[in-house]
Nanobody
Framework: QVQLVESGGGLVQAGGFRRLSCAAS????????MGWYRQAPGKERELVAT???????NYADSAAGRFTISRDGAKYTVYLQMNSPQPEDTAVYYC???????????????WGQGTLVTVSS
């Protein structure tokens, strides 16, 4: 079993800064990819950014150039630095993990509970 604990959500002023954190724990042998998705009211969940085991990153167009994803592999922790967020970035941000489990043949996808980020204009 795997747990993802997110932190860092809250109210932020447009143009400010915010950092989200997500720590993974549990029966993890290795992590293939970690990342962030978000879901705004009335919209579908969408990719924000992911980071692979080797360090390569992938960003949604809406996040590229403003948000930065990073990882502390030793701690199974992923971060999302949000620079100059805008009201349209208001959403519940979900941590995502694709992992290999300790038990042979186990692993897969895991999701956090989500953390709300509200950007005020």
């Amino acid at each position: 079993q795997v747990q993802l604990v997110e932190s860092g959500g809250g109210l932020v002023q447009a143009g400010g800064f915010r950092r989200l954190s997500c720590a993974a724990s549990g029966s993890i042998f290795d992590i293939n990819r970690m990342g962030w998705y978000r879901q705004a009211p009335g919209k579908e969940r969408e990719l924000v950014a992911t980071i692979a085991r080797g360090g390569s990153t992938n960003y949604a167009d809406s996040a590229a150039g403003r948000f930065t994803i990073s990882r502390d592999g030793a701690k199974y922790t992923v971060y999302l630095q949000m620079n100059s967020p805008q009201p349209e970035d208001t959403a519940v941000y979900y941590c995502y993990l694709h992992y290999i489990g300790i038990k042979a043949g186990s692993g897969g996808d895991a999701w956090g509970q989500g953390t709300l980020v509200t950007v005020s204009s």
